[in-house]
């Protein structure tokens, strides 16, 4: 069976779409009133690496994510993100989160709150002034007094 037969199958009530490009799928409104509705995302990697901007895309929706390892960077690391080592488990880890509407909720909670605190536009900029002013701090500008 096809990965999107079995996909559909296995997640009856899913909103998901498999194309043979990059925007080829629904609308980018459609997908963002789609995502802002969904409680689980699910990010597979990108094409070309392991990261997706569909994790920062979910991230931002408030989304429960599940999703392949990541770089162990500033922006994963501690992050709510549901780790799968095989994806043969997602089915049972997505049954264990609709059954544990609690959970869910935390894991929801947890994920606005780390988009705020890590992701967010305001929390990137913050994060690269601190770095900025670590690099200034350790090499002055020559010529000042």
Not at 60 to 86: H, K, W
């Amino acid at each position: 069976m096809a990965a999107a037969g079995l996909f559909a199958r296995l997640f009856p009530r899913r909103i998901s779409s498999f194309t043979n490009g990059f925007n080829r799928g629904i609308s980018g409104e459609d997908y963002c009133r789609a995502l802002y509705d969904a409680k689980i995302a699910i990010c597979p990697c990108g094409f070309a690496s392991r990261e997706s901007f569909r994790h920062y895309e979910a991230l931002r929706a408030g989304c429960v994510i599940i999703s392949e390892p990541l770089p162990d960077t500033q922006f994963y690391r501690g992050s709510p993100i549901i780790v799968l080592d095989s994806w043969r488990n997602l089915r049972q880890v997505v049954r264990d989160l609709l059954c544990n509407p609690e959970r869910l909720e935390t894991l929801h909670r947890q994920t606005r709150k780390w988009w705020q605190d890590i992701c967010c536009e305001e929390a990137v900029a913050r994060f690269m002034k601190d770095k900025l002013d670590l690099l200034e701090n350790a090499h002055p500008s020559r010529g000042e007094p």
